[in-house]
């Protein structure tokens, strides 16, 4: 549907502000390093990130369930379908694969790394942003779902495929995770980021919805920010 100018002239000021939280978050130390560190600083980083990754469902579930707006919901729906989808591997398959089978880490490895303290703490937290009730519910989740869930995600990707292809050999398309989910997730990608956006064009219409969700994306922005600290 098209939106008033007026209108719009506040999402688009609200996307400005994520590309800069974006372009913040690729300039951190961690990224400039990566490339330098030995394989086991980069599987152990591949373990962290993956305890974040294998609670995706049930963090999106419990969100989807205090949404208001249908249409709110039906975003959350698809992009769930599309993580556990029907008679196909699901996408923690798929990190299995780009894991045991394509770099050669033990099952009992994978299986069995526990998550640090601080992965622990940013579990905690990312469940903590989708608390029911809030006032501007919808607003705030959406928000919070598209930086922590789907863009900071895809950004991680982005510098860890060019690692995977460097020290493993493991080229984009014989990546059934990492590359996939960098694609599939990254903003402007006409993916599951870009799918937030229609949403958020119809709740983010004047100041006040504006200053919330700068807000929420900030404090999505630190939860994941600090999670990446734990490796520097």
Same mark, same amino acid.
């Given at each position: 549907m098209p939106y008033p100018v007026e209108m719009m002239k506040y999402f688009e000021r609200y996307d400005n502000y !994520?590309?800069?939280l974006i372009k913040k978050f690729n300039?951190?130390?961690?990224? +400039?390093?990566?490339?330098?560190?030995?394989?086991?600083?980069?599987?152990?980083?591949?373990?962290?990130?993956?305890?974040? =990754? =294998?609670?995706?469902?049930?963090?999106? !579930?419990r969100a989807k369930l205090g949404l208001d707006g249908e249409g709110d919901k039906e975003i959350l729906r698809a992009i769930l379908r599309d993580e556990i989808?029907?008679?196909?591997?699901?996408? +923690?398959?798929?990190?299995?694969?780009?894991?045991? !089978?394509?770099?050669?880490? =033990?099952?009992?490895?994978?299986?069995?790394? !526990? $998550?640090?303290? +601080?992965?622990?703490?940013?579990?905690?937290?990312l469940f903590d942003l989708i608390r029911y009730p809030q006032l501007?519910?919808?607003?705030?989740?959406?928000?919070?779902?598209?930086?922590?869930?789907e863009i900071l995600p895809a950004?991680?990707?982005?510098?860890?495929?060019?690692?995977l292809a460097a020290r493993f050999g493991i080229q984009p398309e014989e990546s059934m995770f990492y590359y996939p989910h960098f694609k599939h997730d990254e903003k402007g990608g006409k993916g599951h980021a870009d799918s937030f956006s229609p949403s958020l064009k119809s709740l983010i219409i004047d100041s006040?919805?504006? $200053?919330? $969700?700068?807000?929420?994306?900030?404090? $999505?922005?630190?939860?994941?920010?600090?999670?990446?600290? +734990?490796?520097?």
């Open positions: !994520e590309n800069l300039a951190h130390f961690l990224w +400039q390093k990566l490339p330098k560190k030995n394989n086991k600083f980069f599987v152990d980083i591949l373990f962290q990130v993956g305890h974040l =990754s =294998s609670i995706f469902v049930p963090w999106y !579930e989808p029907r008679d196909l591997p699901t996408h +923690q398959d798929d990190r299995f694969h780009d894991l045991v !089978e394509k770099i050669g880490i =033990s099952k009992n490895r994978m299986l069995n790394t !526990e $998550a640090s303290p +601080q992965t622990k703490r940013t579990i905690k937290q501007d519910y919808d607003l705030k989740i959406l928000v919070a779902l598209r930086i922590a869930g950004e991680t990707y982005r510098h860890i495929v060019p690692v006040r919805t504006l $200053a919330i $969700a700068e807000k929420s994306a900030l404090k $999505a922005f630190k939860i994941r920010l600090a999670f990446y600290n +734990q490796f520097i």
